[in-house]
Each structure stands twice: as structure tokens, then as C-alpha cells.
């Protein structure tokens, strides 16, 4: 049994919506570890745990590389945190979302613990799923030098493809009025929470909803939350309402947030947001990854944008490049999550031997540099 579903099971058991399930699965993993010889550091951020471990024997002259994942996952029925396999597929509360990924990435850091062809950080964060935090881990990590690196990789999931470019996030709290009356008599008022699913609407019509790339259909816009009203009654007055916006690269954020401000009796209570990825498809390291991948895979594996935001965007920022490469899957965030257990061997098989096969730090900087001009559309 491959130690890859074994670690994965364990940690899908974990219930790690909850502090003390990310507690419980950061202990097990750094025991894993240092089973394996790899020392890992802890320190915490927002009173939960950060793992930060180091891997191979190489020199400066060797690229330095990230491995990045997270313990957190969103919340879940008691049922999904116990592990279920059918056939090739794990399922469960995170199988994809990244506990599978993330089970791969050790593998592979404990098969180059003591390689001399790397140098392999991986970090470990449990509050990748919180999108309305102002300040993540990873932020913090790459903001103090603790991840400095040629090139990150996060576990998320990307069907063995090679993820550069993603969606921005913008969420919106939002504030809808209306008028209170009797609920007998309806018509004498103004019932907020239907306004407030007319604001949703009207949000979905408005012109940046209609935008198109290369890479995206379109935005993704979703009603996370929506509460009206005090008595079943009385015709509720107020309506408050979450709506999550994943943006195309190229839009702005603050256009969007005007437009919306713009619609009748809509009030911007609070926003978040995290700007789009993007990396260049010929990065010396992402075509590296992706022959990889192809040779784990035993076909082609393609450089692909993602709906979901991930903390790629932190290595980004910093000026370094940064991928999504995970396994096969489906259904994350929903009550069928699955993971393909033969991709995550193969996951585990690319990444050792894309870290074994990468070109000089030096080279790969010279072509980057070449490539200044490259730009995305």
C-alpha cells in the first residue's frame, strides 16, 4: 500500500475545519517527517501550527524550490472524515482539497531528504481556506524570507496539469434596505431579503460579468451567505448578503466594486481581495514541471488556468514564480470529494524527478530575464 493513500487517509480523518483537527493533523505530520530524517521547524500563526521543512544536500549552486500546502479544509458532515475507498478513489473532507496533494509533496520530500541534486523547502499552513483573512501565513512567510526561493509549487489540485494562471478573488459584504410591515399585509412593505436576491442578480448582470479571456469563460460570482429578517411575521428591512467574485486577470477590482456600489440601495459593508496569478508558460521551471509531469503521466500535461485563488499569489507578488500542480479529483468543497489515488503516485514521481532534472539557478534566471517582456494578455 503506497505510503501516499496511507498519509492521505490519515489526514483526511482529521477534522481540519476545527483548531484542534489542524492541531491533530500538523502533529502527524511533523512525526512523519521526522521519521523519515527530515528536521521540521514549527512556529504558529494565529495561534495554529506552521510546519517549514527542508530536504536535500544541495549546494547554493543547486534552484531552490517550494513546496507548498495546507492542513484546513472547509467544514464538512461528521461522515466525510472518515476515509472511503472505491476502487481508485479516496473520498472524503480534503482528499482534493489538498490532503491528497499535500500527502504526495511528503512523499516526495522524504524521498530527497538526503539527495545532493536538491534543495526542497516544503511549508506546511493551516489557513489557506480562510479567504477572509487579512493576512495569511504564506504572506507572512514570503514577506519575512522564509520562502525565498527560485520557484513554488502549491499541492492544489490541477489534474496533473501545470497551473499558471488563476482568477482573482473579490468578496463583498453587502447591505440591502427595505421597508418593515405586518407579514399579513406583505404588499406594505419592502421585503430586504427579496431585494437582496434581485441585488444578487442584478450583480450577475452587470458588464464585468460578461468578460472572457484566452483562459476563462467568464467570472465566477457566487451567493456565499444571505440573512433577512428577525420574525417569520414581519416583513424583514434589512438584508445582508456575501457574494464571492473570482475576477479574470486584466479586470479591476475596483471597477467591479463601483459598479456594484452603484446598484439601487446596495451598501459596501466590508471587501476582500487577492489579486489574479499569473506566470509565463515558457518559465524555464514550469516547462520543466510540465515534461515532468508528462513523463509521470505517460502523456501530455498542459500549462492551464484554475477557477479557484490559491497562496500562489504570495510567492508571486514577492517576485517569484509559482505554480498549482495536483492530483486528479473532483468535487471539492462538496459532499462527494475524491482523489485519485494512481495520481497521486504519479504526482510524487514528478516532483522528485523535476527537482532532479532542473536546470542551474543561474540559467534559469538568464532566461527569465530574457523573457521580461513576455507579459500576460
Known amino acids: 500500500m503506497a505510503d501516499e493513500r496511507l498519509i492521505a487517509e490519515r489526514l483526511i480523518a482529521c477534522d481540519s475545519s476545527r483548531p484542534e483537527g489542524i492541531e491533530e493533523a500538523a502533529g502527524f505530520v511533523g512525526g512523519w517527517l521526522a ?16 510546519l517549514i521543512a527542508d530536504a536535500g544536500t544541495g549546494g547554493p549552486e543547486i534552484p531552490k524550490v517550494v513546496f507548498h500546502g495546507h492542513l484546513d479544509v ?12 472505491e476502487g481508485d478513489r479516496l473520498i472524503g473532507r480534503g482528499a482534493y482539497d489538498m490532503k491528497g496533494g499535500l500527502a504526495a509533496m511528503l512523499c516526495a520530500v522524504g524521498d530527497l531528504a538526503d539527495d545532493p541534486s536538491a ?39 490541477t489534474e496533473l496539469h501545470v497551473g499558471v494562471e488563476a482568477k482573482g478573488v473579490l468578496l463583498l459584504d453587502l447591505e440591502v434596505s427595505g421597508k418593515s410591515a405586518h407579514g399579513a ?25 460578461r468578460a472572457s479571456s484566452e483562459t ?7 451567493l456565499g451567505r444571505i440573512s433577512a429578517g428577525d420574525a417569520p411575521n414581519r ?10 467574485i473570482r475576477f479574470l486577470p486584466g479586470q479591476d477590482p475596483e471597477d467591479i466594486k463601483a459598479a456594484v456600489r452603484g446598484l439601487d440601495g446596495v451598501t459596501l459593508l466590508r471587501s476582500f481581495e487577492r489579486p489574479p496569478a499569473w506566470v509565463s508558460k515558457s518559465d524555464p521551471f514550469v516547462v520543466a514541471l510540465r515534461e515532468s509531469a508528462a513523463r509521470a503521466i505517460g502523456g501530455e500535461a498542459l500549462s492551464v488556468g484554475r477557477d479557484g485563488a490559491s497562496d500562489a499569489i504570495a510567492f508571486l507578488q514577492a517576485g517569484i514564480p509559482a505554480v498549482e500542480f ?10 462527494e470529494e475524491w482523489v485519485s489515488i494512481q495520481s497521486l503516485t504519479a504526482m510524487r514521481s514528478a516532483l522528485g524527478s523535476f527537482i532532479r532534472a532542473l536546470p542551474s539557478s543561474t540559467a534559469a534566471r538568464a532566461q527569465r530575464s530574457s523573457q521580461s517582456s513576455d507579459v500576460a494578455t
Open 235 to 244: 416583513v424583514p428591512d434589512l438584508c445582508r448578503l456575501s457574494v464571492d
Open 35 to 50: 521519521s523519515r530524517g527530515v528536521q521540521v521547524e514549527r512556529s504558529e500563526h494565529g495561534g495554529l501550527p506552521v
Open 119 to 157: 534543495r526542497v523547502r516544503m511549508v506546511i499552513v493551516p489557513d489557506e481556506e480562510a479567504e477572509e483573512l487579512d493576512e495569511r501565513a504564506t504572506d507572512v512567510l514570503v514577506a519575512s524570507g522564509q520562502l525565498d526561493c527560485d520557484f513554488a509549487i502549491t499541492g492544489e489540485p
Open 326 to 335: 495536483g492530483p486528479v479529483g473532483g468535487g471539492h468543497h462538496g459532499p
Open 74 to 85: 472547509v467544514p464538512g458532515r461528521a461522515a466525510q472524515f472518515t476515509p472511503v475507498l
Open 185 to 209: 399585509t406583505p404588499w406594505l412593505g419592502e421585503n430586504a431579503a427579496l431585494r437582496g436576491i434581485d441585488v444578487f442578480r442584478a450583480i450577475e448582470s452587470l458588464p464585468f460579468a
Open 216 to 222: 476563462f469563460d467568464r467570472p465566477s460570482i457566487n
